[in-house]
Nanobody
Framework: QVQLVESGGGLVQAGGSLRLSCASSGSSFIFNVMSWYRQAPGKERELVAVITSSSTTTYADSVKGRFTISRGTAKNTVYLQMNSLNVEDTAVYYC???????????WGQGTQVTVSP
């Protein structure tokens, strides 16, 4: 059974930084596409950042220049470095892994990020 587990969330003041981690287990294949999504209260889940197996990255406009997605050396691990956090970044952050761009996505359970004024 494929599992993704996020960690690193927490409470931080505006302007601060957090680093989220996502580790996967139970997969016999590489996730060629790994992503971070977030969902704020009362809002739909939105894509934050994507990284491919060739390290091509894509970011939502709202986080460009502040967030950095990267892959770990361990299989199917991904990180999200978040700098210059603001209140609008408060959300549950979810890790997502796909074998290919059109494959079934696997989701983690989410980690809460709360940014205080």
């Amino acid at each position: 059974q494929v599992q993704l587990v996020e960690s690193g969330g927490g409470l931080v003041q505006a302007g601060g930084s957090l680093r989220l981690s996502c580790a996967s287990s139970g997969s016999s294949f590489i996730f060629n596409v790994m992503s971070w999504y977030r969902q704020a209260p009362g809002k739909e889940r939105e894509l934050v950042a994507v990284i491919t197996s060739s390290s091509t990255t894509t970011y939502a406009d709202s986080v460009k220049g502040r967030f950095t997605i990267s892959r770990g050396t361990a299989k199917n691990t991904v990180y999200l470095q978040m700098n210059s956090l603001n209140v609008e970044d408060t959300a549950v952050y979810y890790c997502n892994g796909r074998r290919f761009a059109t494959s079934q996505p696997y989701w983690g359970q989410g980690t809460q990020v709360t940014v205080s004024p």
